[in-house]
């Protein structure tokens, strides 16, 4: 059974930054498109960034210029580098494959704590 770990969450200042990682377990992972989502209190978990097994990106307008997402295929590791954190990125964040059709269980989350 593959599970996705996520840290590296906490309480940050607005203008601040912070780097989330989710450690994956099992092939399936570096096989494909990775995705980090986030939900924030009320609202549908949405996805932030994509990255696929190549290294192609792609981001939500909400992120672009601020988020970047990268991965380490050789130690199942996918990272999200948060910079210029606003209110509104407050959430849990999650990893999980990205554009295949399906979804890994999810893990517990991360979460991200933006004080302006």
């Known amino acids: 059974q593959v599970q996705l770990v996520e840290s590296g969450g906490g309480l940050v200042q607005a203008g601040g930054s912070l780097r989330l990682s989710c450690a994956g377990s099992?092939?399936?992972?570096?096989?494909?498109?990775m995705g980090w989502y986030r939900q924030a209190p009320g609202k549908q978990r949405e996805l932030v960034a994509g990255?696929?097994?190549?290294?192609?990106?792609k981001y939500a307008s909400a992120v672009k210029g601020r988020f970047t997402i990268s991965r380490d295929n050789a130690k199942n590791t996918v990272y999200l580098q948060m910079n210029s954190l606003k209110s509104e990125d407050t959430a849990v964040y999650y990893c999980?494959?990205?554009?295949?059709?399906?979804?890994?269980?999810w893990g517990q989350g991360t979460q991200v704590t933006v004080s302006s």
């Open positions: 099992g092939s399936i992972f570096r096989f494909n498109a």
């Open positions: 999980n494959v990205e554009g295949s059709g399906y979804y890994l269980p």
């Open positions: 990255i696929t097994s190549g290294g192609s990106t």
